[in-house]
């Protein structure tokens, strides 16, 4: 690849950042009546009038605008926007009397659910301690640290490893099946990686590192195919595979058949997914200061499964899903599984230098901005056929929000630029 095609995809990425996904973002988003973030958006980008303000979503938009304002964007008004939502986070959502941050509030700060659930604390830590990294608000990490503490008292199992995801407002664990007591998933336990390497970037504590560690372990020894390599989305409390099933109020219910149980349901395995941990994996052990050699064949084999099963080399992107052992079933290309591709292959060729990687980047890059994203708008479509019609086609909700898009613009950028500079 040339060193000019290089230079003209960070050219289109900036140019997308800038000029149509930070400014949609900047100019909607900020609720100056209730405090925190407005986060529903139709297809033309109007306020939806959704009366609700989820955890997942108040604290994905604090990262986006901390992360952005950390990597020079803004001009310091994405801190003042990021410090806007953690204003609300901590005198609303908090729960004063328990600790942790409630699931569900309305506009005005209510809560409509009160739930304890991992998923969306492993995002609270991630942007909190993003948060204190670009601004120096100490209270971002405060809270980081009290979330992480709240963990390991309530959430870590300490008889079989992991953390269980799914708690009453008291911490008391919820019941089984559909209430989720009783599983783990790939998705939290990811995250919470996720959320301790920011963590221990901004702590420089030696138990925030250790919980890393272990984390990386439990994820590569218990979470990924035996065979294959590739993430198991869901397990019992002892990490046997349990059949996938949706939760009653978290993620990726829109998804699944009728009756909760997702085809296949005990072998289907997310591309994104895969790649998202591998790029992740990598932020970490650079975070730890451990050699990306010491899990070579993990990183290599969540790359190469995504390279050989995962991209459509016919119409571009990603697809959804598909079996361990290579077989596609669902051929949509679904937004955020498009925005972790992107930033993963740029990795896998920065460090490994094989061609294929940067010829996934290409097809999922082309994908995104000829298809998926909104251009008269300025954010990207949340789920597309595979010959890039849209499917869904609102802006933004709960769990489609700005996170995975902005983070791939930035960086995708990033790693752009270390390209460039050893081209």
Not at 74 to 96: E, P, Q
Not at 397 to 405: E, G, I, M
Request: overall charge negative.
């Amino acid at each position: 690849m040339s060193l000019d095609q290089l230079k003209n995809y960070r050219q289109e990425i900036h140019n997308h950042l800038t000029t149509q996904l930070l400014p949609f973002w900047e100019n909607r988003c900020v609720d100056k009546d209730n405090g925190g973030f407005i986060t529903h958006f139709d297809n033309a980008g109007n306020d939806s009038g959704a009366d609700e303000k989820s955890l997942i979503a108040q604290t994905r938009t604090v990262y986006t605008f901390s992360s952005a304002h950390r990597a020079g964007y803004g001009d310091g008004r994405y801190a003042a926007i990021a410090s806007h939502g953690v204003d609300f986070l901590i005198d609303k959502m908090w729960d004063n009397e328990n600790g942790g941050f409630y699931w569900l509030m309305d506009r005005k700060g209510n809560v409509k659910i009160d739930e304890k659930i991992v998923y969306g604390h492993s995002f609270a830590i991630y942007s909190l301690a993003e948060y204190t990294l670009a601004t120096g608000d100490p209270r971002g990490l405060e809270y980081a640290e009290k979330v992480f503490d709240l963990l390991q008292k309530y959430g870590a199992d300490t008889y079989y490893g992991g953390y269980f995801e799914m708690f009453h407002k008291n911490w008391e664990l919820k019941g089984k099946g559909p209430a989720g007591g009783d599983r783990k998933t790939l998705d939290a336990h990811m995250h919470l990686m996720e959320a301790f390497t920011t963590l221990y970037e901004a702590s420089q504590k030696q138990v925030h590192k250790r919980k890393l560690l272990e984390i990386i372990q439990l994820l590569i020894n218990k979470i990924m195919h035996p065979q294959y390599k590739t993430g198991i989305p869901q397990f019992w409390a002892d990490w046997t595979v349990a059949p996938q099933i949706k939760f009653d109020i978290i993620w990726g219910w829109d998804r699944f058949t009728e009756d909760g149980l997702k085809s296949s349901a005990e072998d289907n395995t997310s591309y994104g997914h895969n790649v998202e941990f591998a790029w992740l994996l990598m932020h970490a052990l650079d975070i730890a200061g451990v050699p990306y050699d010491a899990y070579h064949d993990q990183l290599l084999a969540s790359y190469n499964h995504a390279v050989e099963n995962g991209i459509d080399w016919e119409y571009g992107g990603v697809y959804v899903e598909g079996s361990h052992a290579g077989e596609v079933y669902d051929r949509e290309k679904e937004f955020w599984q498009q925005a972790e591709v992107i930033i993963g292959m740029l990795d896998a060729y920065r460090v490994y230098g094989d061609e294929k990687y940067l010829k996934a980047y290409d097809a999922t890059h082309r994908f995104v901005f000829d298809h998926m994203i909104h251009s008269e708008v300025g954010e990207w479509l949340p789920l597309l056929t595979r010959q890039g019609e849209p499917i869904w086609k609102h802006m933004s909700h709960s769990w489609k929000v700005n996170y995975h898009s902005v983070r791939s613009m930035v960086q995708g950028i990033v790693r752009l630029d270390k390209l460039i500079a050893t081209a």
